[in-house]
């Protein structure tokens, strides 16, 4: 199976910073990398897909990048709105989808 | 707006069964993949699998085949996730998503606490 890493394991950072989140694959899953945002008792939201695609509606501060076995997230100017649990999803591998271990951000 | 609604808190005995929903709306229910997602603060989010409503075949991540079951009521838009046996370790909160238009899961349930104590 693969395994999903994700680094840091939290964050702290001010209103307006640069924050950038790295999840690696234990094998190439080429660009099947999703991202997700997750509030405190609330489901995951589709941020990124296919590695770099923005969902729509999500706000253009929210970036990502990467292929194969290393991809990063990236938010260009945190705001309030932004605290939560980031996850990284290979979904290379149909059925045996996998989250990393989650990045909690704190403003 | 797709939208999916799942079924209220339960808490059940090690050995019970349960049976758990997840209703679609705002689109056709039979064109896209369910899939559902596990959470528990040890594990973190969890793949459990999928089913497909149009035809009904299920796709299960191994660590859950044969310990879960997901069926659906295509007159109801319903989908569902059952338990035949409960285990203390089935304590969880469990999400329905769809795969959306774009190939990914973009619409989530809001998510069905589970518990599962003697």
């Known amino acids: 199976d693969i395994q999903m890493t994700q680094s840091p394991s939290s964050v702290s950072a001010s209103i307006g910073d640069r924050v950038t989140i790295s999840c690696r694959a234990s094998?190439?899953?080429?660009?099947?990398v999703a991202w997700y945002q997750q509030k405190p008792g609330k489901a995951p939201t589709l941020l990124i897909y296919?590695?770099?695609t923005l969902q729509s509606g999500v706000p253009s501060r929210f970036s990502g990048s990467g292929s194969g076995t290393e991809f990063t997230l990236t938010v260009s100017s945190l705001q309030p709105e932004d605290l939560g649990t980031y996850y990284c999803l290979q979904a290379n591998t149909f059925p045996r989808f996998s989250f990393g271990p989650g990045t909690k951000v704190d403003i | 707006e797709v939208q999916l609604v799942q079924s209220g808190a339960e808490v059940k005995e090690p050995g019970e069964s349960l049976k758990i929903s997840c209703k679609v709306s705002?689109?056709?229910?039979?064109?896209?993949?369910i899939a559902w997602v596990r959470q528990t603060p040890g594990k973190g989010l969890e793949w459990m699998g999928f089913i497909f409503p149009a035809d009904s075949e299920t796709k299960y991540n191994p660590p859950f085949r044969g310990r879960v079951t997901f069926s659906v009521d295509g007159s109801d838009s319903t989908a569902y996730l059952q338990w035949s046996t409960l285990q203390m370790s089935d304590t969880a909160v469990y999400f329905c998503t769809r795969r959306g238009p774009n190939g990914w899961y973009g619409d989530w349930g809001q998510g069905t606490l589970i518990t599962v104590s003697s």
């Open positions: 705002g689109d056709s229910f039979t064109k896209y993949w």
């Open positions: 296919a590695g770099s």
């Open positions: 094998q190439d899953v080429g660009i099947w």
